[in-house]
């Protein structure tokens, strides 16, 4: 059984992108720029958002962040989000979500250029992502692909059984894995709270991604043995034992899945890492597309 470590792996790539970079400067040459735009002071978005710049600049990336107040008005949002769609010093741009109540989040996605939607939220994005044309993929799941590719796991024919059906995770690594493409073209399933017998599904997975939200939820005897597992849990589980009175677990009981797995991602240090290295690799692509 093989750990797969999305700490070494989103390392390898931040180090990939940083050399990329360096050699932009050594030629003069712009580099690319990422701008994040914040509304209120949610603390978990904060602390997103705070990481997000940091591993901007670690590689040499120019990086942004716009701090708005929770009461500012939706036209002035778009206004802004308008403005560095023109601004030829940012490829990418980021609104961090959830936004406050009174502004239409639907709206505000679809105002950023699907040039410098390094979220891949857009739904021109999804839209090419689902026909198959070159696009960006949401930067979780282009993180799972990504993985799988540098594990050289096999995917073609492959079953990938997707439990959860997420916007943001579920519906775009079942597209991508659908693909016919490398490290794609599987079969794919996608199974929901609405199964009746959810492991009915689970256990027919050659590679199980699990993103439902659930703590654990995943046992031993809903897998195969020889199961790949990928788990996008994030999840807080009380802990006495631990300073800050909890843990951090995924969907999958790592403990017992991964005596029949034959790769496996922890949480955390597997799926999680990944996230922002493909949004930095995301903006990377922008740039070269669009804004070199
Ligand atoms: N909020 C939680 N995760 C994300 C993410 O990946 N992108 C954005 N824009 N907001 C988020």
New binding site residues.
């Given amino acids: 059984m093989i750990i797969i470590d999305g700490k070494k792996v989103a390392a390898d790539i931040r180090s990939e992108l940083k050399d990329k970079i360096s050699q932009l400067k050594a030629e003069g040459k712009n580099v690319p720029g990422l701008v994040a735009i914040i509304v209120g002071d949610d603390p978990a ?1 904060q602390i ?1 958002v705070a990481s997000k710049g940091k591993a901007c600049e670690e590689i040499g990336m120019r990086t942004k962040t716009e701090k708005l107040s929770a009461d500012i008005s939706e036209a002035e949002l778009l206004t802004l989000i308008q403005s560095y769609n023109q601004n030829k010093d940012y490829h990418g741009i ?4 959830p936004l406050p109540k009174h502004i239409d989040e639907d709206r505000v996605i679809e105002t950023i250029s699907p040039k410098k939607d390094v ?1 891949g939220f857009h739904p021109i994005s999804v839209g090419n992502l689902v026909i198959g044309k070159d696009t960006f993929a949401s ?1 979780t799941p282009a993180g799972i692909q990504e993985l799988l590719m540098r594990y050289k796991i096999e995917t073609k024919g492959k079953h990938v059984v997707v439990v959860g059906r997420s916007n ?1 995770v579920g519906k775009p690594i079942a597209n991508i894995m659908l693909q016919k493409a490398d490290g794609a073209n599987s079969i794919v399933t996608i199974v929901h709270s609405a199964a009746n017998d959810i492991s009915y599904y689970t256990k027919q997975a050659d590679i199980l991604i699990a993103a439902i939200g659930k703590a654990e939820m995943i046992k031993a005897d809903m897998v195969k043995d020889g199961v790949v597992v990928i788990d996008v849990g994030i999840n807080r589980i009380h802990d006495p034992t631990k300073a800050k009175g909890y843990r951090i677990v995924g969907d999958v009981d790592f403990e017992n899945v991964s005596k029949k797995a034959s790769f496996i991602t922890p949480v955390p240090g597997g799926v999680g890492p990944m ?1 922002i290295a493909m949004l930095l690799s995301n903006t990377f692509k922008a740039y070269k597309l669009y804004g070199e």
Avoid at 94 to 97: K, M, P, R, Y
């Fill in positions: 978005s997103y980021l609104v961090q979500l979220d930067c943001i996230t």
